[in-house]
């Protein structure tokens, strides 16, 4: 009986070894596909409405071909160079985008590698690298990099973060930024060696350690997907002026509806202004629909 027992528990184990190591495979040779949940639709702007935006095809270094939306800023006013997040294409990004030119900003959002009919596929080096890229392009077509504000969201912010360390731009918006790819994987798969396997890191707060633009972060208190705490590390690690604003019943993504186009406004207005030292954390509390009130947490003046 005793060998009986022994020989099960053996084999069990066997089992689950084998159910694990076949598992790990499959998330490593497929772990790209999991980060970018490719939209390769392309949708012109005009077939949406936005007929103020232009499609462009670039063409980068290694052969591939991108594809970007552009609308110019009015006069004074920034351009936003946008990075996507990990899903969808550009025109889910269509009332973002409208809402932004309505105002007067610029825009210029790419689509990754495979996304909104860009060839290639999607890699932290190629994004970043292709960031690079159309930043340059956006300063070719006359835009200084004094009026040049770079957003992005979600996994765009670790693209985001590494071109704004090597180009120089006005301002930096991080909408739900994380401490680095491994780290958010390893909330969801903490079984897994998935520090030592993963291929795009994005290591965002190394990244941000060395930025000394202002910076504006959103954050929804009620994110599903990237933890409070992350954002508020991301935050905490930059050294220069900083402004971080969470929406308690915000979640991934969604926090325009509770205010956050108006802040983002305001601090494209105010960021050219911030002291060295600027340093404010705030919640946005909302009463009922269209009414918002900002509530300090904490708020530190300019250092000496």
Same mark, same amino acid.
Request: glycine letters at 8%; hydrophobic letters at 45%; a positive charge.
């Given at each position: ?43 012109? *702007?005009? +077939?949406?409405? &936005?007929? !103020?935006?232009? /499609?462009? $095809?670039?063409? %980068? ?5 991108? =594809? ?38 610029g ?38 990099s004094?009026d ?6 979600s ?14 731009i ?22 897994? *060696?998935? +520090?030592?396997? &993963?291929? !795009?890191?994005? /290591?965002? $707060?190394?990244? %941000? ?5 202002? =910076? ?56 050219k ?9 705030e ?22």
């Amino acid at each position: 009986m005793w060998f009986i027992c022994m020989s099960m528990i053996v084999s069990a184990a066997l089992v689950a070894c084998i159910v694990y190591a076949v598992f790990a495979v499959v998330m490593y040779r497929g772990q790209r596909r999991f980060i970018y949940r490719i939209d390769g639709r392309r949708i012109p *702007p005009s +077939r949406i409405g &936005l007929g !103020d935006i232009s /499609e462009v $095809l670039i063409d %980068v270094p290694d052969g591939e071909r991108l =594809v970007v939306w552009h609308g110019k800023a009015a006069p004074g006013k920034p351009t936003i160079l946008y990075f996507h997040g990990q899903a969808g294409n550009l025109a889910r990004r269509s009332e973002r985008i409208r809402r932004y030119h309505t105002a007067g900003i610029g825009i210029l959002i790419m689509a990754y590698r495979g996304f909104s009919g860009s060839t290639g596929s999607p890699s932290e080096q190629a994004n970043v690298a292709d960031g690079i890229f159309i930043y340059d392009w956006l300063l070719q077509q006359g835009v200084s990099s004094d009026d040049v504000v770079i957003y992005g969201e979600s996994l765009g912010t670790g693209v985001a973060a590494q071109v704004a360390l090597q180009r120089a731009i006005s301002g930096l918006v991080l909408d739900s930024p994380f401490t680095g790819l491994a780290d958010l994987a390893e909330e969801r798969h903490p079984m897994l *060696p998935v +520090r030592r396997f &993963l291929l !795009d890191r994005y /290591e965002t $707060l190394k990244h %941000v350690a060395g930025l000394q633009m202002p =910076v504006l972060v959103l954050q929804g208190e009620k994110d599903p997907i990237v933890p409070l705490a992350m954002a508020r590390a991301v935050f905490e690690a930059m050294p220069g002026p900083k402004h971080f604003v969470s929406y308690p019943e915000g979640r991934h993504l969604d926090h325009a509806k509770f205010g956050s186009f108006d802040t983002l406004v305001r601090f494209l207005r105010e960021r050219k202004r911030l002291p060295a030292g600027y340093c404010k954390i705030e919640r946005m509390l909302v009463q009922q629909a269209d009414v918002r009130q900002s509530a300090p947490v904490e708020a530190l003046p300019a250092r000496a």
